[in-house]
């Protein structure tokens, strides 16, 4: 049974969006986005171009070109705008104040954002509050922040280290947006004070402890920055974070590969000093295409707005608790809505998420009357009747036959053929034996689609392993197996076994979980006893 990502689940709690006004709602879709937000046509229709901005910039930084078709419409990520920083914590974290001001969930179903429309409004507070608010981050920002990790994912998929992961993202926080150009290469606010007070320390940066501490927070973000910026604004240095992915993907050590890529580190903390002592490095680029990004804008009907509230939730993601609070919200929109497709493919996922499978699959097959074309419906259709398979085996067959149907009418979606290869990993009749080529192919083409999804990820890693093709199973899985914690130490040591001819514990550990497995509360707990019971055998220090 994996474990694969047990950690990552267990740190999930959710709390309650705030109502949602019909009023107040617009939908934007320009090529990339979907906008959804709780503010007036004008700011929502700005700030829907300003994402599209974004990603012209970063193709110009990295030498992408312009979207030539061949992205599948579900790549586009649907963003969620409304409310306060604080509402944002309280979605993310169940509480009000933890700092989170907004945040992005990659997934082949669909990725999402959520940002607020404004940072939290100025009620009474002492000089502490005010300073620590002042110092808050972006709204917008942040997503431009995530996004980059997005994008990268999308484009130019490879193992970069954390400080140049988050660094890099950094650098597109503060694009600021003009008539005719564009602006980049501003200091982060928020990274002011570890950027100030932080002695430089490319050993800590570029090679962490595995038990990170508030510091190491501020070198991999502040620092990262620092260093992002003068690897990508400076024209000598220009090309060199190629050599140390390079130099990474030789099996050099973090510190080795600085020094083969950046030459002389010493030289590099004297350059890096003096940047960070000097002026910011601005650069004023114009905009590859004069026209304003086309955005089509409308407000929300009244159904359309009344499932918000229910659609924000199910996207961000529910606990059990939540799932059956929600079901009674969705029932009660489909008795008041009972034609709408908005308010029905909302329910379905309540239903869906709540395990109420023959609910969930009633209401997909309404959507589907309404609009034989629903691909989101037709993937729930094919989602139920997998889920079902792990108690039934008997299943499998209709599940296939329902995702290959969800394919057809989208075959550039990267769900449905996930799902379809499933569908044979989890067959009885292929236990022991070889998954059949298509299917193999359908996988590979999802990746392709959704490389920012970490369970199609895991799904190829394995399937790689199972071939027999290590290298090409370290390069897939490489962001894991490179990281400084517990669990990547172990998977480590489980991929050495691997190489030596004990193939089991390796392929165990990173086979996908059936996903109608259910785990309650303490089941999960006491899986994640047993991971660290068994990274603590690896030798591993447990993080």
Same mark, same amino acid.
């Given at each position: 049974m994996t474990r694969f990502f047990v950690a990552l689940a267990a740190l999930i709690t959710l709390a309650v969006a705030p109502a949602a006004q019909a009023a107040d709602w617009f939908r934007a879709e320009t090529e990339h986005f979907i906008v959804y937000a709780e503010d007036d046509e004008s700011a929502t229709r700005e700030f829907a171009q300003d994402l599209e901005r974004l990603d012209e910039v970063l193709r110009l930084f990295t030498g992408i070109s312009a979207d030539d078709g061949s992205l599948p419409a579900s790549a586009k990520v649907t963003v969620f705008r409304f409310g306060e920083t604080r509402d944002m914590s309280a979605l993310a974290a169940g509480r009000r104040n933890t700092g989170i001001g907004g945040f992005f969930i990659g997934r082949a179903n669909g990725s999402v954002a959520f940002v607020p429309v404004r940072q939290n409004r100025r009620r009474g507070r002492s000089?502490?509050?005010?300073? #620590?608010?002042?110092?808050?981050?972006?709204?917008?920002?942040i997503l431009f922040h995530e996004y980059v990790h997005y994008f990268m994912f999308q484009h130019a998929d490879a193992p970069y280290p954390l400080w140049y992961s988050e660094g890099f993202a950094e650098l597109f926080a503060t694009l600021e947006f003009e008539d005719d150009y564009f602006v980049i290469g501003e200091m982060p606010t928020a990274r002011s004070f570890s950027l100030a007070t932080l002695p430089i320390d490319l050993e800590r940066t570029f090679d962490p402890p595995a038990r990170r501490t508030r510091e190491d927070t501020g070198y991999t973000y502040a620092h990262g920055w620092l260093i992002a910026s003068h690897l990508n604004l400076n024209p000598e240095r220009r090309g060199q974070m190629t050599e140390y992915m390079v130099a990474i993907g030789q099996g050099a050590s973090?510190?080795?590969?600085?020094?083969?890529?950046?030459? #002389?580190?010493?030289?590099?903390? #004297?350059?890096?000093?003096?940047?960070r002592q000097g002026r910011a490095r601005l650069l004023r680029v114009p905009y590859a295409v004069d026209a304003d990004p086309a955005v089509e804008i409308h407000r929300l009907a009244d159904d359309e707005a009344a499932r918000m509230n229910l659609m924000i939730r199910s996207n961000r993601g529910v606990d059990e608790d939540e799932a059956q609070r929600l079901v009674s919200e969705a029932r009660s929109l489909v008795a008041e809505y009972p034609q709408s497709e908005a308010v029905l493919l909302a329910a379905t996922e309540a239903e869906f998420d709540a395990r109420n499978y023959a609910e969930a699959e009633s209401l997909a097959s309404r959507v589907l009357e309404i609009d034989p074309e629903s691909t989101e419906a037709a993937i729930y259709f094919a989602d139920v009747a997998l889920r079902r398979t792990y108690e039934d085996p008997s299943q499998i067959i209709e599940a296939r036959r329902r995702f290959?149907?969800?394919?057809?009418?989208e075959n550039d979606h990267a769900y449905p053929l996930y799902g379809y290869y499933l569908t044979y990993l989890f067959?009885?009749?292929?236990? =022991?034996?070889?998954?059949?080529?298509?299917?193999?192919?359908?996988?590979?083409?999802?990746?392709?689609?959704a490389p920012f999804d970490s369970t199609v990820r895991q799904a190829l890693v394995h399937m790689l392993l199972t071939e027999g093709r290590p290298d090409e199973a370290r390069i897939v899985g490489a962001s894991y197996l490179t990281g400084n914690? =517990?669990?990547?130490?172990?998977?480590?040591?489980?991929? #050495?076994?691997?190489?030596? =001819?004990?193939?089991e514990p390796l392929l165990d550990e990173v086979r996908p979980d059936h996903p109608g497995e259910y785990l309650d509360e303490e089941a999960r707990e006491a899986r994640n006893d047993e991971v660290e019971a068994e990274i603590e055998e690896y030798g591993c220090e447990v993080d």
């Open positions: 000089v502490r509050e005010a300073l #620590d608010e002042d110092l808050q981050l972006d709204p917008r920002g973090p510190m080795e590969a600085a020094r083969r890529a950046f030459g #002389d580190l010493d030289v590099l903390r #004297d350059e890096l000093e003096e940047f290959a149907a969800a394919n057809r009418m067959d009885p009749e292929y236990e =022991g034996d070889e998954v059949p080529v298509t299917a193999k192919q359908a996988l590979e083409a999802s990746f392709a689609y914690g =517990g669990y990547a130490c172990m998977l480590r040591k489980k991929f #050495d076994e691997y190489l030596a =001819g004990n193939e």
